[in-house]
């Protein structure tokens, strides 16, 4: 163990050789001398030691992990090839201390025994790491060493699972980051890692993000229990070396030496999805509104109706949609203009005030008193603003400012007005017809005829109200592309013997032609102090239709939310838009089918940890499957608009994989699709993924939900 101490002791000795110091400029009394000394700091505040992964995707060298990680809102996507495994990697940083990926390792010619003479190829194994950061490095400003406690393939088989702390020192002006560890199981005893910067401060771009890695492993590869693979249990060195490149700080690459006499690569993207503003500036939205200015009274010279006309085209043209206005006086001789308007286009309640702001303190009459602006989405009123014109007229004049006026301009649950004391003076029928393009993919890994199977295609959603604000919405697919035709609905090696309310969903997936995916109705109501409801009725999803009801409580300001819900359902045919009355229940390989109506019903509790920027759920109730339990959901959302959701599901039901009950579990994905456009949207492309495809915890999609339709709303 000496030669590993002495070896970490040379590197920083070396490295000390060639340190780069920082030169502060002295202090002479010029203002560009001065602002030299300004320049200076702020870059020795702001030096950073680039982050390396290794080749599991986590913060460290080539195998063995470090302390570091980086920053909350990172997504990484990569490949590796460590002979003998050809390894498929993502990664997400979910908080600033908590760094989660996962793992796809296929057995470079190793045959599954029972799997490959379908199709499926190499022998495979998937599992998840979580890393939690103690201490990191970054929080003295690199004076103390980072520590770190992190869990390899946790999940699942556990064939590579290792446990371990680390502690990762950076010295910045040598360019130098040392760690040191413990591990147990996979990784055994001492390791650690070396990376060296050596043009970090260089003025070429090309240069800067070279890095020279060395480490030293401690895996066992001898030890079968430890190393599956026949094929990787030759070492001739414990010390593995490479070098590292970083491409536009986004593509990383890396090629070393491992285990003495292999060569091992691998790539990797990087991208902070959670605190990008966009791939591209918002050059088409429209600055908040300016002029023309118009504050004339109501009367003869400004009527009512030129006031409407004042308001419609500024406001379509800011994103909203004016759906009603109507006018009541009060007991006091105070006069309230209420407005309606639907946001199109903005995702955060600050730019939705922002705008408003700006078009009411321009466009108010002197003798309205007040204007409630109510928010709507989908037929439903949401909350409302609460405006004093004066205080509006005041902010035109720039006597007050934005917060100011925020807080004068409070935003409350809906009130109603009595219909007797208030005058209609506008009211436009919502849209009747809508159409819209969105992509169509399904995927599955895992299938015992291919280890990645897919369909892409199309899907065209027809939407708009019906009767006022009966919402509707017809979805019409097209399978463009699709290898799913060789799946069978059935695990070859673990059946589900629940009944099949999921696991046959892929016979739905292999409908020829244009289908019919969704077609319902949906009528939604706010009843008041903070309460909703709505009714939902149609072909909901490909596999399921029937009608739906849902309640909750949810006041505005109010980190939580209650309610229950519920649904009759009954299962789709396989082709076509009709219904089967019957579901099919395997006994052990042999299927059987029984009389089925679905049912399912909940009571829902939603917490939003604001300081953590985390939603956490919880659902209790009757699953599809007859199944009783739990439902826990966390989501961690981000400025950009990104979610990332980890779910866990416990319920009555016995579901067995390989000897072991299984549970649901499973990680989703929801991301503004206005991060690739010039202008602001609201719409968002969405993605989940379960560890098994299994019929366990498993609930039908029952129209919009009312949490996530006002969620969506109140994003700050």
């Known amino acids: 163990m000496k030669h590993i101490l002495y070896f970490f002791y040379f590197m920083f000795v070396f490295s000390s050789a060639f340190s780069t110091t920082w030169t502060a400029p002295t202090a002479s009394g010029n203002l560009f001398d001065d602002l030299l000394i300004v320049d200076y700091w702020n870059r020795r505040i702001n ?14 060298y080539l195998n ?5 990680m980086g920053q909350e809102g990172e997504i990484g996507a990569g490949f590796s090839y460590v002979p003998p495994y050809h390894t498929y990697n993502l990664r997400f940083q979910v908080l600033d201390r908590l760094e989660i990926s996962g793992n796809y390792r296929v057995f470079r010619g190793i045959r599954d025994p029972i799997l490959s ?40 088989t556990s064939a590579f699972k290792a446990r371990y702390f680390v502690f990762t020192q950076v010295f910045l002006p040598q360019n130098l980051e040392i760690s040191l560890g413990w591990g147990w199981h996979r990784i055994r005893g001492l390791f650690g890692g070396v ?27 001898h030890d079968h229990r430890i190393e599956k693979h026949p094929h990787g249990r030759d070492k001739k060195s414990s010390f593995n070396f490479g070098i590292k490149y970083r491409l536009w700080d986004i593509f990383d690459f890396s090629v070393g030496q491992v285990r003495g006499s292999k060569l091992a690569f691998s790539a990797s993207a990087n991208y902070n999805f959670g605190t990008t503003k966009g791939f591209f500036p918002k050059i088409n939205n429209p600055i908040p509104y300016q002029a023309p200015q118009n504050i004339e009274p109501l009367g003869d010279r400004r009527p009512e109706m030129a006031m409407i006309q004042d308001l419609i085209y500024p406001f379509d043209e800011q994103g909203f949609d004016l759906i009603k206005m109507s006018i009541s006086p009060d007991c006091y001789g105070q006069t309230t203009l209420r407005i309606h308007v639907e946001n199109r286009v903005y995702r955060t309640q600050c730019e939705v005030r922002t705008r408003l702001n700006h078009l009411l303190s321009h466009l108010s009459p002197t003798n309205i008193d007040h204007i409630i602006v109510v928010i709507e989405a989908e037929g439903l009123p949401l909350q409302e603003y609460h405006f004093a014109v004066r205080f509006l007229h005041d902010f035109a004049a720039k006597e007050i400012a934005t917060p100011e006026l925020n807080v004068l301009s409070p935003l409350c649950d809906v009130s109603f007005s009595s219909p007797a004391c208030s005058r209609v003076i506008f009211e436009k029928p919502r849209d009747l017809f809508n159409i819209e393009l969105f992509p169509k993919m399904h995927t599955f890994f895992g299938s015992s005829s291919g280890k990645f199977k897919y369909l892409y295609g199309l899907n065209i959603a027809f939407d708009g109200y019906l009767l006022g604000d009966v ?36 016979r739905y997936y292999q409908q020829k032609g244009i289908t019919l995916d969704q077609a319902y109705l949906q009528k939604n109501w706010n009843m008041g102090r903070g309460w909703f409801s709505r009714v939902s009725t149609g072909l909901f999803e490909e596999a399921y239709g029937g009608i739906a009801s849902e309640v909750l409580f949810y006041p505005v300001c109010s980190p939580f939310a ?6 009759v359902l009954k299962k789709r045919s396989y082709h076509g838009v009709g219904f ?9 390989f042999v299927p059987t089918y029984k009389r089925f109506l679905g049912k399912q019903y909940f009571a829902n509790l939603h917490y939003d940890c604001k300081p953590l920027n985390m939603d956490f759920h919880v659902k209790w109730g009757k699953f599809l499957a007859n199944d009783w339990g739990t439902r826990f959901e966390v989501t961690r959302y981000f400025d950009s608009g990104l979610q990332v959701s980890f779910w866990y599901t416990r319920t009555s039901a016995k579901d067995y994989i390989n000897g072991s009950r299984y549970q649901d ?27 098994w495809l299994r019929d366990i915890g498993v609930f039908a999609f029952t129209g919009d939900s009312l949490f996530r339709t006002i969620r969506e709303s109140r994003q700050d």
């Not at 063995?64 to 570091?68: E, K, T």
């Not at 990376?195 to 030293?216: D, G």
């Not at 089967?580 to 052990?588: E, S, V, Y």
Request: aromatic fraction near 12%.
């Open 471 to 506: 919402y509707y919405t017809v979805l019409l697919g097209y399978a463009f592309a699709s290898n799913l035709g060789d799946i069978k609905d059935m695990d070859r090696l673990n059946p589900s013997q629940l009944i099949n309310v999921r696991t046959d969903v892929i």
């Open 47 to 60: 030096d950073r030691m680039p982050i390396f992964f290794n080749h599991l995707l986590q913060g460290g």
């Open 117 to 156: 003479p379908y199709g499926f190829g190499d022998l495979s194994d998937k599992g998840a790491n979580v890393k939690f950061a103690i201490l990191k490095p970054e929080d003295s400003d690199y004076s103390l060493p980072g520590l770190a406690f992190g869990l390899e393939d946790f999940m699942g």
């Open 580 to 588: 089967t009355n019957k579901i099919r229940k395997l006994k052990g």
């Open 562 to 567: 209650i309610g229950i819900e519920g649904a």
């Open 195 to 221: 990376h060296w910067i050596p043009f970090r401060q260089h003025c070429s771009p090309l240069l800067k993000n070279f890095a020279l890695v060395a480490e030293y492993d401690a895996i066992p590869y």
């Open 64 to 68: 063995m992990p470090s302390a570091r």
């Open 665 to 691: 579990r499973g990680v989703a994905v929801s991301m503004p699709l206005d991060i690739l456009y010039t202008h602001s949207d609201r719409k968002r492309w969405g993605y989940g993924l379960s560890a």
